[in-house]
């Protein structure tokens, strides 16, 4: 007997995706809950040595599922990450590079550190307030776990720059704060604890298929439940790629941005530079003269984050 498919999108908070399929009746139906976070910073979630996470409630929930520490977002702004999310494609590959203009920047004149420290005082308020929020998505989705398979996967889309390495905002660079970001799983198919492997969000598109139970995978993309070991490269880019863009600094000095474009985890090294023509491959594959390539650009000077 064939089962039929069927695919909800549901819009919650910032956004999910919801698939439900239908099964055997000796087996329960299938739900995948996709929930991308916009803008949410690592040490919002995790913590860090010099201060403490304000998502007490959405750690708890981690702690049961699988928390991916190393996992980088394909670019540091909102669009280009989820068109990657929903496609397995790479920016360059489905041609979202951008989204609308980033018109935040500190006014000339005004006091950056006092500035920053009330913007970073209100996004700490509003990660307390959606930490609340999403415990209680949580707890509705685990009420009928048992009548519904049910895997939740928990993303960031983006981090965003405090100042860190003259940054304000998100969308102009790849930094580790704009594109290290929080992502866990809670599935009966996934092991509880923490990876320290570096994943990308092609990768997502590929385990979420998985998952769903639906054939196929990104081009790319590793199917974490059981493929997470595999070796892989994680490789994205920044806003607008393929055009010089500018970033105003917080010392008010303005930036041409226009060598470092890509950025591939070499092990566990963050490398950002130019892979020419080679990193626009139709394949989106990063060879060894594209990475040689990042190599130069690293080594050659403009590299503001050559190395975590
Ligand atoms: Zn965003």
Redesign the pocket.
């Given at each position: 007997m064939k089962h039929r498919r069927r695919l909800l999108v549901a819009a919650l908070g910032v956004g999910v995706a919801l698939t439900a399929a239908c099964t055997p009746q000796a087996e329960p139906p299938v739900r995948v809950v996709l929930i991308t976070l916009?803008?949410l910073r690592l040490d919002s979630f995790l913590g860090s040595a010099d201060r403490p996470g304000q998502m007490p409630r959405l750690r708890k929930w981690a702690e049961r599922g699988r928390v991916f520490e190393l996992y980088y977002s394909s670019t540091s702004?909102?669009q280009p990450?989820h068109a990657t999310l929903l496609t397995g494609l790479h920016p360059w590959e489905h041609g979202v590079p951008r989204n609308g203009k980033v018109k935040a920047r500190i006014a000339e004149g005004s006091d950056p550190a006092r500035i920053l420290a009330k913007a970073r005082g209100l996004y700490d308020g509003d990660v307390s307030y959606l930490d609340g929020a999403l415990d209680r998505v949580l707890v509705q989705l685990d009420e009928d776990r048992e009548e519904i398979e049910t895997h939740v996967l928990v993303v960031s889309?983006?981090g965003e720059s405090f100042g860190e390495g003259g940054s304000v905002g998100h969308g102009r660079r790849l930094t580790t704060e704009q594109i290290r970001v929080p992502c866990f799983g809670l599935s009966p198919r996934v092991a509880p604890g923490v990876s320290v492997r570096p994943i990308g969000t092609t990768d997502l598109t590929t385990t979420i298929l998985s998952l769903a139970g639906v054939a196929g995978e990104a081009p790319g993309g590793r199917d974490l439940v059981d493929r997470e070991t595999e070796p892989a490269r994680v490789v994205g880019m920044r806003r607008a790629f393929d055009r010089i863009t500018h970033e105003r600094r917080i010392d008010g000095s303005v930036h041409v941005l226009e060598g470092l474009r890509f950025y591939v985890l070499d092990g566990q090294d963050l490398v950002t530079g130019n892979f020419g023509r080679a990193g626009r491959s139709r394949e989106g594959r990063i060879g060894p003269a594209a990475l040689r390539g990042v190599r130069g650009a690293v080594h050659g000077g403009d590299a503001p984050l050559a190395r975590r």
């Open positions: 916009d803008t702004t909102t990450t889309d983006h």
